[in-house]
């Protein structure tokens, strides 16, 4: 099986644009979490979707959404970007997201810089 | 205080050292999961567990659920172990996980 997909790999962005980005999980993987790591706070939850629902939602600012698809790609939203916003966005599958006791597949992440 | 908590943050150690990374938590878990990150970003799962102990390779994970502690140990390391190694709590009925601050692991010839 192909492993996650994460498009694109490298974005350069200004402050104030939006950004989206784009996650395939594993086929019939139905969970997609994603996530976020700076240097300085390091990897933190942002969402997940099951069933193109929202089922958990971590810290992080309304600027920050996503969706989630009928085939289970999943796409995250980033409006008025800061240049705190600057990180390695990462997005994980797993086949039911059952409370963290599944794996977690984690895709190779986009590297967003925002000038 | 970090709901997770990693030690040590760097550790450097020669090829065949037998490797101890720590990792101890404050929430209630439904599984404890170690990761494996290389230099290019990508990550790997290595183990998921709720209770015990498990092996893979040179890879042994274990933990204790009434101390909220867990181990992950390398035997016989070697360069290319050379990454981050971050545990991560799940909880709760969603797939969050809640992420250690990370050991930077070097091993030199």
């Known amino acids: 099986k192909a492993g996650v997909t994460q498009t694109p790999r490298y974005l350069i962005k200004t402050r104030g644009q939006q950004v989206t980005l784009s996650c395939s999980p594993i086929s019939g993987h139905r969970s997609v979490s994603w996530y976020q790591q700076t240097p300085g706070q390091g990897l933190q939850f942002l969402f997940e979707y099951f069933s193109e629902t929202q089922r958990n939602k971590g810290n992080f600012p309304g600027r920050f959404s996503g969706r989630q698809f009928s085939n289970s790609r999943s796409e995250m939203n980033v409006s008025t970007l800061e240049l705190g916003d600057s990180a390695l966005y990462l997005c994980?599958?797993?086949?039911?997201?059952?409370?963290?006791?599944?794996?977690?597949?984690f895709g190779p992440g986009t590297r967003l810089l925002v000038l | 205080k970090n709901e997770v908590e990693q030690s040590p943050q760097n550790l450097t150690a020669q090829e065949g050292e037998f490797i101890t990374i720590n990792c101890s938590y404050s929430?209630?878990?439904?599984?404890l999961h170690w990761l494996q990150q290389h230099p290019g970003g990508g990550i790997v799962s290595l183990f998921m567990?709720?209770?015990g102990k498990k092996k893979h390779g040179r890879l042994i994970a274990t933990i204790n659920i009434q101390e909220k502690h867990s181990s992950l140990h390398i035997t016989a390391s070697h360069p290319r172990d050379s990454a981050v190694y971050i545990c991560a709590a799940g909880t709760g009925t969603a797939s969050k996980l809640t992420f250690g601050t990370g050991t930077r692991l070097q091993v030199t010839l």
């Open positions: 567990l709720s209770s």
């Open positions: 994980a599958s797993s086949p039911m997201g059952t409370g963290g006791l599944e794996t977690q597949y």
């Open positions: 929430v209630g878990i439904s599984a």
